[in-house]
């Protein structure tokens, strides 16, 4: 990327919001209900919270180090290829580039369109393009300029928290959120899931559902003075979401008890309805909009510089084409429009709920991967190392064990998915190697 310190646009605001952006998105209206609904218990389901939070915390300690340490666009895939080479790196950004984020644009996409439907009056004719609609608007902000795509994405984040808070609020200022629904606490309730399954099961969905504060790291090269900036965006961010799916979380069971949780779905219905009367559907679809379309910008926005940072690390062959920026805008074209055809093309093909059930264990393994790199290096002068990356590779060690022993198939056929990634390499990059320097540059800007 051109050594510009114009570049650098986005400050605190805006990569905080990055942080918070994905991780808030439709899964705080539906994994809350499906947690409450396993676990049986306000007590669990919050100390699960926090647990979660505590892992994802030692992992935004371990992914500020890497950052700060390399302050240039590309986030895992740097950190990778500096800790493991060039194999290992190529691996991710094939995984996250042609199938993972494109499926996770495709799914979220497809997801939004009944929310749409309760808010406006969509013709049917036009329903089943909505989606491919919607990825080609997303691309074309992203393609025309980091300015736009920045802006935009920092307020619809920022607006997302007085929403949320507005929310749990009313519930209790109204009156139709009570303690008696939290009541007993600790006691599980009828009809829960067997304790260990229900554990398990929620710790996972738990931690997906913070997933994506890890995007800021993809988004570095931009940060205006990251040694400041990122660990105030990742720890912020991290600590920001944890409140806030504690609140949320704790203020859906107070209002819809947890003996009354039919479905994910369903619930959206029956809080909206519970605090709104009849435009309670209406009130919650605008605020699910709201927040997918702020973590669809950041994945829009952050992903294209993993295949860009790909490009540049590539010293020949055809991935160079990614390297190059455009012209007039300075935005990573080639990769945003890379990024926008694979994802209509998932969609196209329907395949997106299998890729992502194919993707999660691998993703779980890269994460893990990604947190190992500090033990490739210097050791990091902070008070939290070594301590925070054992906690979180550990914990993404237990988590990709109950993947594969819950998802077995989906698990091992994603994992030969990412490893086809070895021969395509070969084949796009053969045995050139990177000039002396590429692999080990520091760029502060």
Known sequence: MPSSPTERQMGVWAATAVVTGEAISLGIFLTPAAMARSLGSPALLAAVWCGMALMTLAGALCFTELAVRN??????????????????AFLYAWMAALVMYPGVAASLCVGTVPYLQALFPVPLW??????????????????????????????????????LLGLVGWAFVSGHATAANLAPLAARRAGSDPLGAAIAGAAVSAFFCFGGWWEAGKIAGEVRNPRRTLPIAFTGGVLLVTALYLLVSLGFVAVVPMEQIRSNTAFVAQ???????????????ACV????????????????????ALGNAEPSGPLRIFARLHPRFGTPANAVLLQTGMALVILMLGAFDRILAFIIFSSVVFLALTAATLFRGPAAKAWWYPVAPLLFIGGCGVLALMLLASRTVPSLIG?????????????MVGKAVAPAGLVGARNDR
């Open 71 to 88: 302050p240039q666009d590309g986030g895992e895939y740097l950190y990778l290829r500096r800790g493991f080479g060039p194999q290992i």
């Open 126 to 163: 036009l329903v089943p393009a909505l989606p491919a609609l919607m990825i080609a608007a997303l691309g074309a902000i992203n393609y025309v300029g980091m300015r736009l795509s920045s802006g935009l994405m920092t307020v619809l984040n920022w607006l997302k928290i007085p929403v």
């Open 271 to 285: 809080f909206g309805a519970s605090l709104f009367g009849p435009e309670g559907g209406r009130v919650l679809s």
């Open 289 to 308: 909009v709201l927040s997918v379309a702020g973590g669809l910008l950041v994945l829009f926005m952050a992903v294209p510089r993993v295949t860009c």
């Open 415 to 427: 994992a030969a998915l990412v490893l086809l990634g070895l021969p395509v390499r070969r084949f």
